[in-house]
């Protein structure tokens, strides 16, 4: 199965420095399959046209076709209502948007607590940091075990009445862990808090049903999801988009301009002022399609084997310690080995092929938490295979064993 899925991944079949590339950097961005690719260049060659308000026939091929894109996303998600789901330019934009238009909303005020976990990516950090700045409201963590677990001992005084919105990540981009949100999101709602998850690392790896979950707000990027750059989802209900304010002004978010006054659009495109990236969200569609063929269980089956092909592999080597060793992980392994610094360890291994991420994966609160500036991530894809996790393993221990 694996030749026919790499196969469809042009980008794989390259030497680096005269070694064949493993692509082990999937938590930061996944390479992209024909499918893909070919909806972009299909695009291109026989729809491209601005949408909505044009008559003219290839408008309003794009129109329908980003329409169409927008229902798929709706169903990948479970999501009640298309106009649900806005196109953004990634998880970063999308709680961007939650976090300025909830600023706006005046609904945050002085001494209101926001609470998110250790493990967040600093972008379901920053923003939240700016309303906090904007409205007086106060930030609160939940943190971690040693595992890279969420610690719920102390929830209780965490998660109060004074709780707006909750806002955590799905699985953690640095350590792996997949939390237990479902209870978070459960426990949220009864006090009155809005939950927004971030999906950046769970959409590629997992079916994602936002009604069974119980969220108001669900993000994702569409890079990490086999898509391309530059488009992404904030799916967020619609009771509480409506409550909202507009963001970012511009066409296609208006009903009504005058010099005086203007009145806005309905969702979704009260969210989506200018053009759209429309050919990224066919994509993103198309993408999605793929997955769906593929399967996503067999999609996250065959990734937890590498899992646990790395973990074990790893953890023999010597001087070797593994960050985020949760029960319930996904697709990455995060380590350092004593004596050796991750940039160089990473530098090393690429000079035999092998591509990782070193550094503290946008996560530095986190790495504070663990007392360290940075770990050495591999991440897999479906495209993965176990030869390449032995070749990662090989990589690792030659170049720890030169570097220490
Ligand atoms: N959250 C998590 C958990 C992530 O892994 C990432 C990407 N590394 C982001 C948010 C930000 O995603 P993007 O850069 O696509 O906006």
Redesign the pocket.
């Known amino acids: 199965m694996n030749d026919a899925i790499r196969s469809q991944f042009p980008i794989l079949h390259q030497q680096i420095n005269q070694r064949p590339l493993v692509y082990l950097d999937n938590?930061?961005?996944v390479q992209k399959p024909l499918a893909v690719l070919e909806a972009s260049e299909t695009y291109y060659k026989e729809v491209n046209a601005n949408i909505h308000r044009g008559v003219h026939y290839l408008s309003r091929k794009a129109t329908d076709a980003h329409e169409q894109a927008r229902d798929r996303i709706a169903r990948y998600l479970n999501a009640p209502a298309s106009h649900e789901v806005i196109f953004t330019?990634?998880?970063?934009?999308?709680?961007n948007l939650v976090a300025a238009t909830l600023a706006d909303s005046g609904k945050i005020q002085q001494g209101d607590r926001i609470l998110i976990s250790t493990l967040?990516?600093?972008?379901?950090i920053v923003p939240w940091q700016m309303l906090c700045k904007k409205t007086g409201a106060q930030l609160d963590i939940i943190p971690i075990n040693d595992a890279g677990e969420w610690d719920l001992s102390e929830i209780d005084s965490l998660l109060t009445e004074r709780t707006k919105l909750v806002a955590v990540?799905?699985?953690?981009?640095?350590l792996g862990t997949i939390n237990p949100i479902h209870a978070l999101i459960t426990k949220a709602k009864a006090l009155g808090a809005l939950t927004l998850i971030?999906?950046?690392?769970s959409a590629p790896h997992m079916a994602i049903d936002v009604q069974a979950l119980g969220c108001d707000f669900y993000?994702f990027?569409?890079?990490?999801t086999y898509a391309p750059?530059g488009i992404?989802i904030l799916w967020g209900r619609s009771e509480v988009l409506e409550m909202l304010p507009p963001w970012r002004g511009g066409g296609e978010m208006i009903k009504e301009v005058t010099f005086e006054h203007t009145t806005y659009n309905d969702l979704p495109f009260k969210y989506e002022a200018g053009t759209p990236n429309i050919e990224g969200g066919i994509a993103l569609a198309a993408a999605l399609d793929w997955m769906d063929q593929l399967g996503l269980d067999t999609i996250a089956q065959h990734e937890d084997s590498l899992l646990q092909q790395a973990t074990q592999a790893l953890l023999d080597i010597d001087g070797l310690r593994l960050y985020g060793t949760a029960t319930n992980k996904a697709s990455v392994v995060s380590f350092a080995i004593e004596g050796v610094h991750h940039y160089d360890l990473g530098t090393l291994i690429d000079q035999m092929g092998v591509g990782v991420r070193t550094g503290h994966?946008?996560c530095q609160p986190l790495m504070q938490r663990f007392g360290i500036t940075g770990t050495t991530r591999a991440s897999f894809a479906v495209y993965n295979t176990s030869e390449e996790i032995e070749l990662l393993v090989n990589a690792v221990k030659k170049a720890s064993m030169m570097l220490r």
């Open positions: 938590a930061a961005t330019s990634g998880t970063t934009d999308s709680i967040e990516h600093h972008s379901n990540n799905h699985v953690s981009n640095a971030d999906g950046a690392q993000t990027s569409g890079h990490k750059t992404g994966h946008c």
